[in-house]
């Protein structure tokens, strides 16, 4: 049997990467959750009292709010770390 060669390059080492740790700021998760709850309480006031007073005047146009208030905060939560 024949002798297996040996390398003649030495094996491939990637350069040392320095890892910085991202850090989420300290107003992120808050806003997140309060975006979310205020989106979800816009939602229940307009179905639980419709006839308020700044509520009943915007319709159907009170689940929008409330929807984006809460797509807001899904957008803040791609943010966090």
């Known amino acids: 049997m024949s002798k297996p060669k040996a390398r003649k390059k030495a094996v491939y080492t990637p350069p040392q ?13 808050p ?9 979800i309480l816009w939602i229940a006031v307009y179905y639980i ?5 700044f509520i009943g005047d915007l ?4 689940l929008l709010i409330g929807f984006v208030f809460i797509i807001f905060g899904v957008v803040l939560s791609t943010r966090w770390r």
């Not at 990467?17 to 998760?29: F, G, I, M």
């Not at 319709?59 to 009170?62: I, K, M, P, R």
Request: charged share 15%; aromatic share 10%; no cysteine.
């Open 31 to 39: 806003t997140m959750v309060g975006t979310w709850i205020i989106g």
């Open 59 to 62: 319709q159907n146009w009170n």
């Open 17 to 29: 990467k320095t890892q910085q740790v991202k850090v989420s700021p300290r107003w992120l998760a």
């Open 49 to 53: 009292a419709p006839d308020a007073p």
